[in-house]
């Protein structure tokens, strides 16, 4: 089992009827994206897994590893993949996996992305991939002086 920092075992058990997310990003973005959620949340990040991919990762293993995760999840309800950078290596990693139904993917990670689907856990996976690229854009803003 893949050891998550923030999370025991059981954070990535099988949540009742929500979509499986996974995260697949470049070393050090994911994980602390997945902990800072859980803080502001305060709540357990079921079904929620992350994958990290070093800049010197072996793609092959790392395509492996993204499989291994996926058989610990529930992936009844669908899978959302949230990546970091669109076209970057974890993107198009997770982009393979896309071949079984039910599976998605949202490019552009940032923490108001993340929680929004954590607040929409139990949306069908097409309403999920809208709430997460929405949650994404409406955390993006500018301030002037």
Do not use: W
Request: glycine share 4%; net charge negative.
């Amino acid at each position: 089992m893949i050891q998550y920092p923030f999370a025991t075992e059981s954070l990535i058990k099988h949540a009742a009827m929500s979509v499986a997310l996974l995260l697949v990003t470049h070393k050090n973005i994911g994980n602390n994206m997945l902990m800072i959620t859980r803080s502001i949340i305060n709540d357990e990040l079921n079904n929620t897994a992350c994958v990290e991919i070093p800049m010197d990762a072996d793609i092959d293993n790392m395509k492996t590893q993204v499989a291994n995760t996926l058989t610990e999840l529930s992936t009844d309800e669908g899978v959302l993949f949230l990546t970091d950078s669109y076209g970057s290596t974890p993107c198009n990693i997770a982009n393979e996996f896309l071949v079984s139904k039910n599976r998605s993917l949202v490019s552009g990670l940032n923490l108001p992305m993340l929680i929004r689907v954590m607040n929409y856990r139990s949306l069908p996976l097409a309403e999920l991939n809208k709430v997460a690229i929405e949650g994404g854009q409406h955390g993006i803003t500018s301030t002037t002086s």
